[in-house]
Structures are given as C-alpha cells and as structure tokens.
C-alpha cells in the first residue's frame, strides 16, 4: 500500500495544470473575464493553502505514528531479552532445585540405611542381653549342678573309708575260713549291713563251708572316687555353648582362596552370576582364617528391594566372634563363632530351610548351634548382587570398614539345597564336594582392592 505523499503528488499536478489551462483561457479573452479568474486563482490559491496544511498535518500524522511503531518495535526486542533472561534463570534455579532435592534424596535414603542398621544393633543388643539373662541362668543351673557333684563326692569320700572297713573285714573272714578248713566248725560271723546285697560276699552254706566269690581288688571305691573327681564337667551348656578348637589336620584339594589383607572398602570379591532362581534353602561352606578381633563380612547379597536379603556379618560393635546370619531383613539369628579368631583354619557350614525355618552351623564337623521359625516359608529372591568380604548398603557397593573381613577364605561353596551331616564332615575331611554345588569361588571372577586370589595344593601350604 502506497504512502499518502504518493496519492496527493497526482491530485496536485492536476490541479496545477487545471490551473494553467485557465489562465491561458481567460488571457486570451476580454478583459472583463479577467476579474473573475483571479478570484477563481485567489481561491485555487486558498483551497491549494489549505491542502499544503492538511498534507503537513497528514505527513507530521505519519512521521509521529513511524517513530511510536519503531519504539513499540524496541520494546518488543527488549521484552523479548527479558523473557530469555528470565527463562534462563528459571531453568537454572530449577536445575539447582533439582539438584537439591537428589541431595535430599541421598540423605534421606541414607538415614533411613542409619536408621534400619541402629534398629538392627538395638535388636542385636536386645538378643545380647537376652542371651547374657540366659547365660547367667545357665551358669547359675551349672553351680548349682556342681555343687550336687561335689556333695555327691563328698559323700562317696565319707563312705571310703567304711568300704574299706568292709574290705579288711572279709578279708579276715577269709583268713579264718582258710584256717577252719574242711569239716571245722564254722565261728559265727555276721557281716556288717552296708553290704547286705553284695554278690561278692561269701555266703555261708549248710555244711559249714563257705562259697568264695572270685577276689576284687582291693579299695576300688577310692580310685571310683578319684574318677570322678577328675571326670567332671559342666552340665546343661544348651545348644549354643563354647567348644575349643580342633586343628583340621592335612586338608588338601579345597581349590581356589582368596586372601583380604586389611579392612580396607575396596577389598572386595563378587561372585557371577549369583543366584539364577529363588532360593528356598541353602547352605554356605568355607574354609575361614583370621586372626582379627572380630569376623567381619563373609558373604552379602543384595537386591534393589533390600540390601540384606542374606547376609553373614560381624562388626567391631558386636561381642567377638559373634555373625549375624541375616535372611530377608530385619530378622536374623546371631551366631557363636568366637574360636575362629585364633588365626587357624577352620570349617564352617551354614545351613537354612524355608521348612518350619530350621537352621544349623558346623564348625570343624560339630553341630554348634541350630534352630528353628527363621524366615519359615520365605524365598531368597534371584537376581541380586553376591559380594565377598563386604557388607552391601546399596546394590554392589556402600561398603564400610567396620564389617570388612580381613583374613582368608578357601573351598567356598553354595548349595541350593540341605547338606546331611556325612556330607558336611566329608567336606571337613577334604574329601569330595557335594554334587549339585551352584556356586563356588571359581566363579568370583572380579575381585577389587588388595584381595590375592591364590591356589594351594594343600590347606596348611596357603599363606
């Protein structure tokens, strides 16, 4: 569309040459003419006035309405700025939002970790102190039990000498039976009544002669005594009681064995492929050597759903020697192991059934202790992350150094199923493995840190 300059440029040079047109016409006529093209010329002049003025007032009109649409334009450009200032910053503190609520989320997640391990220890304490009440009943049982042994000596001490008494009197008896001889009178003698029922004592017949019973040696109640005084043992220890050490003797052919120097979190093993299927029982065998204060992590598997879903764990919180056998947590069952800390190899075996939820624990071919109602009818669930010598706080990592296992471990082996005892003391011995093993330390294919992985032909020959 065209300026209003370019519409009333034609109009004005019609005009003019309107204009022209008269006035050559009037000076070719009369003079009387003439009068009325001047005011006719006057009046072209007015309206020709008037229209400069309105073709002023029209281009100031449009000269204004230019200079209010450029500085409209620049308010455009500068609003437009603005707006990408401010979207920036507002994708920036959304950003920092976002990255304040991960924090969050991170701490969150690891309080709660906190909090479910505080809960753990408290219940661990409460199990402690249930376990120091029944110790000390046990103990005081035991006393108890000692003090009827030594009363029972006591009276086996006092009736000593009067079974010696007894004793010299048949042997005079004897003496005057040898003199009387066949056919002699037999002399009246009455045993004393403490051995009315003795079938050792000889028994007066009617032909005055005697029927001697086969000799006895001579004081045998004291040296009965004495046995028993040197055979004494506490008595009603229970099912979870401290038993010595045994040396395994010659074990050889137990494979592969990993050695944990320190406590460091980057010692680490992991077994692949873990667990392929649930697991409704199990049982965990090793070789185990340390001479730490405490035992430490074994084994601990983890799933994105909990990661303690099994677990056998010691800390340096706990009383020494003491694992915690953890399915599923929060339930789990604390087990004794306080002997392995004497820097000896030593057999362990941990057995579970989801079947009324029976549990046992070997050690060195002896039952240690067993249970039932653990996680009865429960299922370890596949898919998880199965490490070695740290204890998982999240999938595959969270590991802390209070829990590391620091020691050596060899013959590893997990079943999917219940060891019999003939089969858990055979792989005591070092004889074969247990058909139908799903993983053994052949499988830790990836080991971190300062862990050795070492083949010993026999046991004793590890380092």
């Known amino acids: 569309m065209g300026s209003p300059t370019g ?230 220890l229970g099912n979870q009681q401290a038993w010595p050490p045994e040396s395994p003797g010659e074990v050889c052919n137990v494979g592969p064995a990993l050695i944990f120097p320190n406590a460091s979190t980057t010692n680490v093993g992991f077994l692949h492929p873990g667990f392929l299927t649930g697991l409704r029982a199990l049982s965990i065998c090793s070789w185990v050597r340390t001479a730490a204060d405490h035992l430490g992590t074994l084994l601990s598997y983890a799933t994105e759903e909990n990661d303690n879903k099994l677990v056998l764990h010691g800390r340096d919180s706990l009383a020494p020697g003491s694992v915690h056998f953890v399915i599923g947590d929060p339930a789990f069952r604390e087990l004794p192991l306080q002997p392995l800390l004497d820097g000896q190899w030593h057999h362990v075996c941990v057995i579970w059934t989801s079947i009324l939820g029976r549990y046992w624990l070997h050690v060195d071919r002896r039952l240690v202790a067993t249970g039932s109602h653990f996680r009865e009818g429960y299922e370890i669930p596949p898919g998880g992350s199965l490490v070695l010598g740290q204890e998982q706080d999240h999938v595959g990592g969270g590991f802390d150094s209070s829990e590391a296992f620091v020691g050596s471990m060899a013959g590893l082996a997990i079943w999917d199923r219940v060891l019999v005892p003939g089969e858990v003391s055979n792989l005591a011995m070092g004889k074969a493995l247990p058909m139908g093993a799903i993983l053994t330390l052949a499988n830790a294919t990836s080991v971190g840190g300062f862990v050795q992985r070492v083949n010993c032909t026999c046991l004793q020959l590890c380092p």
């Open 7 to 236: 519409r009333t440029l034609p109009v004005f040079l019609i005009l003019v040459h309107i204009y022209l047109h008269g006035a050559l016409s009037q000076a070719a006529g009369p003079v009387g003419q003439r009068k009325p093209f001047f005011e006719r010329l006057r009046r072209l002049e007015e309206q020709f006035r008037r229209f400069q003025e309105v073709t002023l007032m029209h281009l100031q009109g449009i000269a204004s309405h230019y200079n209010l649409s450029f500085d409209i334009e620049a308010r455009f450009r500068s609003l437009a700025r603005e707006s990408w200032a401010m979207a920036l910053a507002l994708n920036q503190s959304q950003a920092a939002v976002q990255g304040e609520l991960g924090h969050l989320r991170t701490w969150v997640q690891r309080t709660q970790r906190r909090g479910r391990k505080a809960d753990r220890r408290l219940l661990a304490l409460s199990a402690s102190m249930s376990e120091g009440s029944a110790r000390h009943a046990r103990e005081q049982e035991t006393q108890r039990a000692q003090q009827d042994v030594r009363a029972l000596q006591d009276t086996l001490l006092r009736l000593t000498p009067l079974v010696q008494s007894q004793g010299t009197r048949l042997a005079a008896l004897e003496g005057q039976l040898r003199v009387a001889g066949p056919g002699s009178a037999t002399p009246n003698v009455t045993l004393a009544p403490s051995r009315p029922s003795n079938p050792s004592a000889p028994q007066l017949q009617e032909g005055g002669q005697a029927s001697r019973a086969p000799p006895e040696p001579r004081d045998p109640p004291l040296d009965f005594a004495h046995h028993l005084q040197g055979s004494q043992e506490p008595l009603g």
